[in-house]
């Protein structure tokens, strides 16, 4: 599914003008940072279920997180809980520097900064409900269908904020 967001920017295809037209705009520079604020969201879920499992803050081990991490997988009361925010935040690394280098691309070319925003603004809200899925209700068929949905539109967002600087590029 990872090579279709890609592919239907490439061809011109992505959200539609009435879904775009909904959105309000958001400068593309701090949608970077808010997006920067959200792959760290689910680290911040992980760093709190560590400190519930492990009887505070003083039981977080900093020193070597990943031995303790791999430990606390298998706890069976926070295990689950703390492997889907580890994964969470680790899908939000992923997906930023696509993100990123559409924004900045968009900038360099000085493309259309308004479609830029209402893409941005979209992409925050799809990686606001993938965190929401990933995190808290994705245990079902329905609620993983929504998480892919989701990451689904972050990545073809970014790849439209790609396409949208490449076309003027072009011009």
């Not at 959105?23 to 593309?28: A, F, G, Q, T």
């Not at 031995?67 to 809980?81: M, V």
């Not at 990933?134 to 989701?150: D, E, F, K, P």
Request: proline share 5%; charged share 10%; with cysteine.
């Amino acid at each position: 599914m990872s090579v279709f967001p890609p592919i239907m920017a490439l061809v011109g295809a992505g959200l539609p003008d009435s879904v775009l037209a909904l959105l309000p705009y958001v400068s593309p520079l701090k949608a970077l940072l808010g997006s920067v604020i959200l792959f760290n969201t689910p680290h911040m879920v992980k760093l709190y279920l560590t400190s519930k499992a492990t009887g505070g803050l003083g039981g977080v081990n900093n020193n070597n997180p990943r031995a303790q991490y791999e430990r606390l997988k298998s706890d069976d009361e926070y295990g689950d809980d703390i492997s889907r925010a580890q994964a969470a935040h680790m899908n939000g690394l992923e997906s930023f520097p696509v993100f990123g280098v559409g924004v900045v691309a968009c900038l360099a070319v000085g493309a259309d900064n308004t479609l830029a925003g209402k893409l941005a603004c979209a992409h925050l809200i799809s990686r606001v409900g993938f965190n929401i899925f990933y995190m808290g209700v994705s245990t079902n068929l329905a609620g993983g269908a929504a998480r892919s949905i989701c990451w689904f539109v972050s990545l073809l967002t970014s790849c439209q904020l790609i396409m949208l600087a490449a076309t003027k590029s072009d011009q």
